[in-house]
């Protein structure tokens, strides 16, 4: 195992998808994959930093925006396409690689910018067990690491796993518990109503806010399937 190399092991499709960069460049519109030398030097200084690290990042391009789209390499969303963005928000961007170069491929020939790229929708992945596990153990790790964590794993989590939402929505780390309100939000259920109100009423308003937004859509829901008679 060559641990100097960040390509040492990368799956074939990532391969692949240096191996046809050439073919995805656009730099009128601040599209420029990587080639495999490129990316490989890059991804060693991006796992100085903890996230690329822990999800093993290798960089797919550099638009020269320090905000790179990345294929991570290790744990439950292997695979998926992260945006390292510590300005204005990073996570998971991609459910695949395939998906982000269909994205590129419609960018460029839309005439869109990278900055301008429309995420896709991140689904809960099948391994619910070891996301579940990975979450849980996030709340004996130190502040930072447990931010971090949460804030990767959270949106492979299924919405029905409601003890680990309880678990997250009352620890003292008020960023995990915004990071929980958020994914109510996104992620509503009837079955969430009460974590939503309970966090509505949290003293931090990054907080409050998504969890009382999470909390109107839920109380609609239900009246919903009431007028229905569901």
Known sequence: MNTSDPLAEAPLELLEYFDEAVTLKATDLSINPLTRQAAAEYAVSIRQIPVGEQLGLVPLEDADNSKPF????????????FQFNRGDGQGLRYPSLASFVIALRQAKANGIEIDDLVSVPIPAVAKQADVSVRLIGALAM????????????????????????????QTDNFLIRESVAIFLERNPRTQHEYIAQRLAADKYGQVARPATAAAKIIRRMKWEQMRDGA
Request: include cysteine.
């Open 70 to 81: 990345c294929y991570i390499t290790k744990g439950p969303a292997k695979g998926m396409i």
């Open 142 to 169: 130190e502040p930072a690491e447990a931010e971090l964590t949460v804030e990767n794993l959270l949106p492979l989590l299924s919405p029905d796993s409601l003890d680990v939402l309880e678990a997250l929505s």
